[in-house]
């Protein structure tokens, strides 16, 4: 306990990390708990509907991002309070972009994809959105000391208010709208919490001109690399959603769910605790640096893909038990995307590496290409065979492209072979067994 309590950069990166992973675990725990019950309540085409909003959403989030918190987490005026009080104003006027652009996309997005619902959900999702652009910079203030132990407080807080809202709200009235409110509820939450509980600097509108120059010239990669980001985790749905029905998109988005859990978790540690770790231990500055970045790519690795495994081979057999008949379409997309994400492992730490150093183009350039690659092979996977072809495809497309996040990774003297070899068969072991008992089961 004396080692995790102490205040070099492991010993912060351990205990960030735990804190994060059992904030996540307690989050997802709350989540999962609520999709159970909700899928008891509603009908797939509501999860289906807000799938389409989420898409959306995201598309337009994502596209303009212009990458405050990790901005805030590697800048060395990240202390400053007018680089914190600057960026959170960028923020607000990002938030109400956002909100117009939504708006305007509903009726467009509805006539495509056929759902009428569209035109009412997607402004009022929106309009929470508004809302969280009043959450306070001292968020990523506290994430950039790897500060982790109110940041997870307040997002259980959040998690919880949404669930409790959702759930409230489905029993009154079994709709949709009960998923647009909890929405409401958990960003009231987060606002409320972040002002007036977290500890920190004032929030308050200011423009200071150096900042701005800085967030530009960082963020101006970051954005190309979101849009990037929007592809990979959204190009599936925006595909699927113009080809399957409402209730067949909602059954995928209930697997999908499920299989992403592992990836996810890692993705909301490494994107906590690793630019910092990178950033005051650089591998290629000493043997003992490097030696730090191991245990900890290590440590990570081997958890995910353990969980990765556990999904992959027992997806269906999960999906039997927790879901009712309507949705045990979703066992065998469980145990495939589980098994498409063993490669995204792999190399899931090396962007943060270049942007650690200041190096916000390397990974917008290699996001840019998994898009193009990823999506490419989702839809001549679809075309070929289906559903269960396009996310082969993806997994194909994944082992083809960790050979340009090595290249990444050895650019910025941060790849470890001996990490990579080892996991990469313990990787493909686990597809071969999932795949195969998942035929087997079928």
């Excluded at 990458?67 to 600057?86: A, C, H, V, W, Y």
């Excluded at 909602?250 to 490494?270: D, K, R």
């Excluded at 090396?350 to 996001?367: K, V």
């Excluded at 090595?406 to 070899?421: E, N, Q, V, Y």
């Amino acid at each position: 306990m004396t080692y995790l309590s102490g205040t070099s950069i492991t010993q912060r990166v351990l205990r960030g990390s735990a804190i994060s992973g059992m904030g996540y675990f307690f989050a997802q725990g709350l989540r999962l708990a609520s999709n159970l019950i909700l899928t008891r309540l509603l009908f797939p085409d509501a999860f289906g509907l807000m799938a389409l909003v989420t898409m959306f959403v995201l598309g337009v989030v994502m596209v303009t991002d212009v990458g405050l918190t990790p901005s805030i987490m590697q800048s060395k005026r990240g202390d400053d309070p007018k680089f914190l009080n600057t960026a959170w104003s960028v923020k607000m006027m990002l938030h109400s972009f956002y909100f117009v652009v939504i708006c305007l996309l509903a009726w467009p997005a509805a006539q495509f994809y056929d759902a009428p619902m569209l035109v009412q959900l997607m402004p009022a999702v929106a309009a929470s959105l508004l809302i969280g652009g009043l959450v306070s910079p001292n968020i990523e203030h506290a994430q950039r000391h790897i500060r982790l132990g109110t940041v997870t407080k307040i997002e259980l807080a959040t998690q919880a208010a949404s669930v409790v809202a959702m759930i409230a709200f489905a029993l009154l009235t079994r709709s949709v709208w009960a998923l647009v409110f909890g929405q409401f509820a958990g960003t009231g939450v987060k606002v409320l919490l972040t002002r007036y509980y977290f500890k920190g600097p004032a929030t308050r509108f200011e423009w200071d001109r150096d900042a701005v120059r800085e967030l530009i010239h960082f963020g101006k990669w970051i954005t190309l690399s979101s849009a990037c980001g929007f592809v990979l985790s959204q190009g599936d749905k925006a595909v699927l959603g113009k080809y399957l029905s409402l209730e067949q998109l909602g059954v995928y988005n209930i697997g999908f769910f499920l299989a992403s859990f592992p990836m996810a978790l890692a993705e909301n540690i490494t994107g906590r605790t690793i630019i910092p770790v990178y950033r005051d231990s650089p591998p290629h500055e000493s043997p003992q640096n490097f030696a730090t970045v191991r245990r900890m790519r290590m440590g990570l690795t081997g958890i995910v893909l353990s969980m990765i495994a556990v999904m992959a081979v027992g997806g269906p057999w999960i999906i039997d038990l927790l879901y009712d008949f309507r949705y045990q379409g979703a066992g065998p997309i469980v145990s495939l995307i589980a098994c498409a994400q063993v490669p995204v492992v792999l190399g899931m730490t090396y962007p943060q590496a270049a942007l650690a150093a200041g190096d916000s183009r390397s990974p917008s350039l290699l996001n840019m290409l998994r898009a193009g690659v990823q999506i490419g092979a989702f839809l001549i996977g679809a075309e070929l065979g289906g559903l269960t072809g396009a996310i082969v495809g993806q997994m194909l497309a994944g082992w083809f492209l960790h050979v340009f996040i090595i290249r990444l990774a050895i650019k910025h003297r941060a790849w470890d072979p001996l990490h990579d070899a080892l996991f990469a068969v313990m990787g493909l072991a686990i597809t071969f067994v999932g795949m195969s008992h998942m035929l087997t089961a079928s």
